[in-house]
C-alpha cells in the first residue's frame, strides 16, 4: 500500500468504523503483541457491492468512451 | 439505520472517551513499532528505524487529530477550549466582563423575581388534588345587578351585562341539590373578612374565610395537623365556634406548637377552638392571598355580621348574594352536562327568592360555568394587573441590558480586530472565530443569569410584600429554567451579531497598524448607533411610564377628599356582643368613649364612624324619597357616624343643620345628604325636611362631597346617619382630631378606654394620612419601581451613548486633525459631534414617544388625574434624555476639540 503517509490510513478506518461499515477488534497478532483487527460488517458488505457496482459502471462507460472511433461521433 | 451507527458511535466516545483514547495511542504506537520492526530486518538500527518509522506514519498529534473528527468528537474537546479561552480573555479585562455581567444579572434578576411571581399568581394550580376536576359557577345578567344586596367580585362586561361570581344560600342549597353531576358543591364567602383575634389575651386582626361544612372535603385538602372542618361543625347559625387555621398564622403566632390544636381563642370577643392547621401549600380558594383561619359558614353572625346588617344569622335571605360556589366535577362527567343538570334548579330558586321582592327579568339571569384548577380567581384582579405591567417593565430592563451587551461586545470585537486577523492569517476558519466569539458572549450571559438568580431570589417576594398578599411564592426548577432560558437567548441573539460581525474581519487591513480608519467599521458603528437608538427608546418608554405613575401618585395624594386629613388619629374598637348586648348600651359606650377621649389634653375633638374614610371600605344601599310617584330605586352610600363627625372630619355643611346631641334614641331619625346625592335625586326642591326609605328619616343638612372609599372615585351621592338612631354593628372607627402630633396620643386613649373597661382592646392605631397611604401600595410600588428602572435605563443609555461616541471620536481623530489644521474652532469641533450625539438622541426620542404612546394605553385605568398622553411627561422624559445623551458625549466630544492636528497627523 503506497500512501502518502501511512498515519493517513487511520482517520479513514475510523470514519469507517464510524459509520458502521467495518467493526474493530482486539486480539493477539502473529508474534503475540496486542493488535486491533478490523473486519466488514454486514452493512459494509452491502455498501462495497454497491459501490463496486457503481465504480464497474462508470469504468465501462469510460472504457466505451475510449473505444469510440471517430465514424461513430 | 447509518445515522443510528453513527449516533451510537459517538455515543460510545463522548461516555468512554478516555478509554478510547487510550486505545488510540496503543494503536498508533503498535502501527509505528511493528513497522520499524520491519526496517529494522531490513538491516537498519534500531534508532533509525523508529525515526524512518515515524517519519513515514506523519505527524502523530495531528493524525490523532483528524481520528477525533472523524467520529465527531473533536467539537467537544474544541468546545473545551473554547471556553478556557473564553474564560481567560473575560479575566483578563474583568472591567468589561463585571459591566457586562452586572446589566446582565440585573436584567435577568429582575426577570426572574417577577416571573416567579407571575408563575404564582397566574399560572399555577391550586396545590389540591386533581385541580383540572374544579369548577367556579358565575353568573351573568343583562343590565344592572338584580339582587338587593351583593358583595364579593361584581364586573360589567362589554356588552353592558354584569356578573359575578357571588350566589345567595338559598341558591347554593338548591344546586346542591341538583349537583348529580358534582362529587360535592362548596360554598364560601366571597370576600375574606377582618376579625380581631385574641390569642392569650394579646389581640390582632387577622381575616378569616368563611366556608360550608364541605369545603375541606371537596377540594380534598389532608390538614397537616388535626382535623378539617366537617359539615357537622356547619349547622346552626351562630353555632360551631371551630377553626382551622393557616400554617403562616400558625408558624408566626403559635410557632408551630402542637399545643395550638385543642386551644381556645376569641374572635370577635367569641370563644373559638382551633381543630387544625391546613398544609402549607394550601393558602385558600384564591391564588395570591390567605386567610389565617377557616371557620363553618355558620359563625357568619360573629365573623362577618356586616353580611346581613341587623337580620343576623338568616341564611334564608334570598336577596343577599354573598357566596362563591366551587365544584369537583365527578370524572368523564362535562361542563355541558353539569350546566344542564343544575339550570332548571337554579332558574327555580332565583325566581322564588328574587321575583318575590319586584325585580324584573331575573329569568335572564343565566348560570355560567368555568375552570377553577386556579382556584376563585377575579377576572381583572388588581394584583395580576399589576403583575402583568411588571412583566413588561422588567421586560424592557433586560432588552436594555441586553442591547448595552451587544453595544459593548461590538465595541470589543472591535478592539480584538487585530487578533481575528492574525488567527484567521494563519489558518484559522471564519466558523471557529465565530463560534469562539460565541462562546464568550454566551459565558457573560451564563454568568450574567447565575448572577441574577441573586436578585431574583431575594426579589421574590417584594410585590406580594409591597402589596400585602400572603402568597407564598415558589422558587422552584421551572423559575431556574426560565431563568436559565432568558440567558441562553441574551447570549446567543445580542452576542450572534458582534460574533458574526467578528468573522467579517478583513485580514489585510486588520493586521496593518492603525485598526482605526476613517472609512473602516462604517457598518459596525451604524449598527452600535441603531443600539443606542433603541437604548434611547427603551428609556424614553420607561421614563415615560415612570413620569405618568409619579404623576398619578402626586395626583391622588393632592387631590380633594373633601374632609381634612391633618391631625387625625384613628384606630378601631370593637364592643363585645355578649356584654354589650342592647343598642342602647352599646350607643351609651360609645358616647361615653366620646367624651372619655375628648378630655385628653391635646386631642380637640373626637368622633367615630361605622367605615374609616379613604379605607377601601363602604356600604351601599336604596335610597328612595318617600311621596314620589315613580320611586327611581336609587342607590345611595352610607356612613353611621357619630354626632361630632363633620366638625372633626372637616366636613362643611352647606344647608340646614349637623347632627347634634340633641338628636337622641327616642327623637326622630335624621340624615345628612351630601350635594352629590341632593343634585341627583332632587334636582328641583329643597330636600331639606324630606324623608326618605319609608322609615321617617328626615333630611336635616346638606354637607360637603367627601371622597368615600378610596382616592381615585369621585365623592359618590353619600348619605349619614347617627349611630344612636341605627346602631348597626358594635365596632366603629375613632377619629380624633389632634392639636399635637397625633401618634403622641396613642398611649393617653389606651389609659382612657381602660378607664371605662379594662377588656376592650383598640387596634389598628394609624393616623388618617397613613390610612390614605396604605390605599396608593400599588401606586407607590409602580412610582418606585419604575423610577428606579428609569434611572437605570438613563444610566445604561448614556453609557452606550458614551461608548459609540467615544468609538466614533477616535476613529475620526485624522480626519478632526486635519480639520483643525486647516482652521476648525474649537467650538466647531464640539459642535459636530454633539450635533451627532443630539441626532442620535432625538431619533431615539421620537420612535420612543411613539413606542410609549402606544403602550400607555394600556395603563389607562392604573393612571388618574392626567391622559396617557400627558405632554408634561412625555416633554419632561424627553428634555431629560436628550440632556443626558449630550452631557454623556461632552467628554468624547471635547476630546475631539483637543485633539492636537500634528499629533493626530502622525498618527496614521
Redesign the interface.
Known amino acids: 500500500l503506497e500512501i502518502h503517509q501511512q498515519g493517513s490510513l487511520y482517520p479513514a478506518l475510523y470514519r469507517l468504523e464510524h459509520q458502521g461499515w467495518i467493526a474493530s477488534e482486539w486480539g493477539e497478532s502473529d508474534n503475540n503483541r496486542k493488535a486491533k483487527f478490523y473486519s466488514l460488517t454486514a452493512n459494509g458488505r452491502r455498501r462495497l457491492h454497491s459501490e463496486t457496482e457503481k465504480w464497474n459502471r462508470m469504468a465501462s462507460l469510460i472504457a466505451s468512451i475510449l473505444r469510440t472511433t471517430s465514424e461513430q461521433i | ?2 445515522l443510528l ?2 449516533f ?3 455515543l460510545k466516545w463522548v461516555v468512554k472517551g478516555r478509554k478510547l483514547e487510550a ?1 488510540m495511542e ?3 504506537g ?2 509505528v513499532e ?2 520499524a520492526a520491519d526496517l529494522m530486518r531490513k538491516g537498519l538500527s534500531q534508532q533509525e528505524a523508529l525515526r524512518q518509522a515515524r517519519i ?5 498529534e ?2 490523532k487529530d ?2 477525533r ?4 468528537v473533536r467539537c467537544w474537546a474544541e468546545l473545551g477550549s473554547d471556553l478556557r479561552y473564553g474564560a481567560r480573555m473575560l479575566g483578563k479585562s474583568p472591567g468589561f466582563t463585571a459591566v457586562a455581567v452586572c446589566s446582565l444579572a440585573l436584567g435577568i434578576g429582575a426577570n426572574t423575581a417577577i416571573f416567579s411571581t407571575t408563575k404564582t399568581i397566574l399560572l399555577d394550580s391550586l396545590s389540591v388534588p386533581r385541580p383540572e376536576q374544579l369548577r367556579v359557577l358565575r353568573w351573568e345578567f343583562p343590565g344592572d345587578q338584580p339582587m338587593h344586596s351583593l358583595s364579593g367580585d361584581l364586573e360589567r362586561t362589554k356588552a353592558g351585562a354584569t356578573t359575578s361570581s357571588s350566589f345567595s344560600y338559598p341558591v347554593y342549597e338548591a344546586l346542591s341539590q341538583h349537583g348529580e353531576t358534582f362529587e360535592n358543591l362548596t360554598a364560601f364567602e366571597n370576600d375574606i373578612p377582618e376579625v380581631v383575634a385574641s390569642v392569650d389575651g394579646y389581640a390582632e386582626s387577622v381575616s378569616v374565610q368563611l366556608v360550608s361544612g364541605n369545603f375541606f372535603s371537596t377540594f380534598q385538602v389532608t390538614v397537616a395537623q388535626g382535623r378539617a372542618l366537617l359539615p357537622s361543625d356547619d349547622v346552626v347559625a351562630g353555632g360551631g365556634s371551630v377553626a382551622v387555621i393557616s400554617d403562616a398564622y400558625w408558624e408566626w403566632r403559635f410557632a408551630r406548637s402542637p399545643a395550638a390544636i385543642g386551644k381556645t381563642i376569641e374572635v370577635n370577643h367569641i370563644p373559638i377552638t382551633v381543630v387544625g392547621v391546613a398544609p402549607p401549600s394550601f393558602t385558600g380558594p384564591r391564588p395570591g392571598s390567605g386567610p389565617e383561619m377557616f371557620m363553618p359558614l355558620s359563625m357568619q353572625p360573629i365573623v362577618d355580621p356586616s353580611v346581613y346588617e341587623g337580620v343576623n344569622g338568616k341564611h334564608e335571605d334570598g336577596e343577599v348574594w354573598w357566596l362563591a360556589v366551587v365544584g369537583r366535577l365527578k370524572p368523564h362527567a362535562t361542563d355541558t352536562q353539569a350546566l344542564a343538570s343544575l339550570e332548571g334548579g337554579f332558574a327555580q330558586v332565583v325566581k322564588t327568592t328574587l321575583t318575590s321582592k319586584g325585580h324584573k327579568d331575573v329569568e335572564r339571569l343565566r348560570l355560567l360555568i368555568e375552570p377553577g384548577n386556579r382556584g376563585l380567581e377575579k377576572l381583572h384582579n388588581e394584583f395580576t394587573e399589576t403583575v402583568r405591567v411588571l412583566l413588561v417593565v422588567v421586560g424592557l430592563v433586560l432588552l436594555l441590558a441586553c442591547a448595552n451587551l451587544a453595544n459593548l461586545l461590538l465595541a470589543r470585537s472591535a478592539s480584538r480586530k487585530r487578533e481575528w486577523s492574525v488567527r484567521l492569517a494563519i489558518g484559522a476558519q471564519r466558523s471557529r472565530i465565530m463560534r469562539q466569539a460565541l462562546t464568550e458572549s454566551m459565558i457573560l450571559a451564563l454568568l450574567g443569569g447565575a448572577a441574577g438568580l441573586v436578585p431574583g431570589y431575594l426579589g421574590r417576594n417584594l410585590v406580594p410584600r409591597v402589596l400585602h398578599q400572603t402568597a407564598p411564592v415558589h422558587f422552584d426548577w421551572r423559575v431556574m429554567a426560565f431563568t436559565f432560558a432568558i440567558s441562553l437567548l441574551a447570549g446567543l441573539v445580542f452576542g450572534g451579531f458582534p460574533a458574526w460581525q467578528a468573522t467579517r474581519t478583513d485580514v489585510n487591513s486588520g493586521l496593518k497598524d492603525t485598526g482605526h480608519t476613517t472609512t473602516g467599521g462604517r457598518s459596525k458603528a451604524l449598527v452600535g448607533r441603531s443600539l443606542v437608538v433603541v437604548q434611547v427608546c427603551i428609556s424614553m418608554v420607561l421614563l415615560t411610564g415612570a413620569g405618568l405613575f409619579l404623576r398619578t401618585l402626586h395626583n391622588l395624594m393632592h387631590s380633594d377628599r373633601g374632609f381634612q386629613s391633618e391631625h387625625l388619629l384613628l384606630f378601631d374598637l370593637g364592643l363585645p356582643e355578649t356584654q354589650y348586648k342592647t343598642v342602647a348600651s352599646r350607643a351609651a359606650m360609645f358616647r361615653q368613649l366620646q367624651a372619655q377621649i375628648g378630655a385628653i389634653p391635646g386631642v380637640k375633638i373626637v368622633t367615630f364612624s361605622g367605615h374609616a374614610l379613604l379605607a377601601g371600605s363602604s356600604s351601599t344601599t336604596n335610597f328612595d324619597p318617600d311621596g314620589q310617584k315613580f320611586p327611581q330605586h336609587k342607590h345611595a352610600w352610607r356612613n353611621i357616624v357619630g354626632t361630632k363627625f363633620f366638625e372633626t372630619m372637616g366636613i362643611p355643611i352647606m344647608a340646614g343643620r349637623g347632627f347634634s346631641d340633641d338628636d337622641s334614641e327616642p327623637s326622630p331619625k335624621v340624615a345628612v345628604i351630601n350635594l352629590r346625592l341632593a343634585r341627583a335625586l332632587f334636582p328641583d326642591e329643597n330636600p331639606i325636611g324630606k324623608t326618605f326609605n319609608s322609615e321617617h328619616i328626615r333630611i336635616v343638612g346638606i354637607c360637603g362631597d367627601a371622597k368615600f372609599r378610596d382616592l381615585r372615585m369621585d365623592p359618590p351621592p353619600t348619605y349619614y346617619t347617627l349611630y344612636q338612631q341605627f346602631a348597626a354593628g358594635n365596632s366603629a372607627t375613632f377619629e380624633a382630631k389632634a392639636v399635637v402630633d397625633p401618634a403622641s396620643l396613642t398611649g393617653a386613649i389606651r389609659n382612657a378606654v381602660r378607664t371605662l373597661d379594662r377588656e376592650l382592646p383598640i387596634t389598628n392605631v394609624r393616623t388618617q394620612d397613613e390610612q390614605i397611604d396604605g390605599t396608593l401600595r400599588r401606586e407607590r410600588l409602580f412610582a418606585t419601581l419604575t423610577s428606579g428602572f428609569g434611572v437605570l435605563a438613563l444610566l445604561l443609555a448614556s453609557i452606550g451613548i458614551y461608548g459609540i461616541m467615544a468609538y466614533t471620536v477616535s476613529g475620526r481623530t485624522n480626519e478632526i486633525g486635519i480639520r483643525i489644521a486647516l482652521g476648525a474652532q474649537t467650538g466647531q469641533v464640539l459642535r459636530t459631534v454633539l450635533r451627532e450625539a443630539w441626532w442620535l438622541a432625538l431619533a431615539g426620542v421620537g420612535v420612543g414617544l411613539i413606542v410609549a404612546l402606544a403602550m400607555s394605553r394600556v395603563i389607562q385605568s392604573m393612571l388618574y388625574g392626567l391622559r396617557p398622553t400627558d405632554p408634561i411627561t412625555s416633554a419632561a422624559a424627553a428634555t431629560l434624555l436628550v440632556a443626558i445623551a449630550l452631557a454623556a458625549s461632552w467628554i468624547p466630544a471635547r476630546k475631539a476639540a483637543r485633539i492636537d492636528p500634528i499629533h493626530a497627523l502622525r498618527h496614521e
Do not use: K, L, Q, T
Not at chain 2, 56 to 60: C, D, H, N, Y
Not at chain 2, 69 to 72: F, K, P, R, W
Open positions: 439505520m447509518n451507527a453513527r451510537r458511535s459517538w486505545e496503543v494503536e498508533v503498535f502501527h511493528s513497522y513515514e506514519f506523519g505527524g502523530i495531528s493524525h483528524a481520528m473528527a472523524s467520529v465527531g
